[in-house]
């Protein structure tokens, strides 16, 4: 179940926009927390973003994207854990599942200036408004473009971050 204010913002703000998908991240940690389960692959649908990286073995623990399409159950408690947990992001996007999978992979890690990495927690509402804030705008839609829309609680209120122009 996509919330209904997510999915009235993508019929107002994009009426013409047939290609565009919402799709869920979840933090496995969090779902862990809440469901006392671990969230299971299933192929075109429900994918570890850890998968097939050097953080594998992380990757019941790490980021989620799920299509809610075909994970009608891991969506219902998404929605659920949302208000209570910070490890809910719904994104709207012009890609299938798998590619938005590759292209979130590419985005965990961030060169900073001093040449050092840092992972981007971008399926943590807390980090993701941070993040915006000390990168600004431009770098945020460098970095980030290939998702249109962030939709995330933060504070007790539902925040958007858009890419588009």
Known sequence: MIPDDIQSHLREHFPLREDLRVYV???GIQFHKHTSTAIQPQAGSV???FAGTRDERLAPAGPWLI???????????????????????????ALEIEKQAQAL??????RLPNGRELM????DPRALVSL????????WRAH???VVEWHFIHQGNRIYIGNHA
């Open 25 to 27: 991240l979840v933090d």
């Open 132 to 139: 915006y804030h000390s990168v600004g705008r431009e770098k």
């Open 120 to 123: 981007v927690r971008f399926w």
């Open 105 to 110: 992979r590419q985005m965990i890690d961030m």
């Open 144 to 146: 980030f473009g290939g």
């Open 67 to 93: 299509d809610p399409a075909h994970a009608k159950g891991i969506v219902r408690i998404a929605a659920e854990m949302e208000p209570a947990l910070p490890g809910v992001v719904w994104l709207i996007s």
């Open 47 to 49: 994918i570890a973003l």
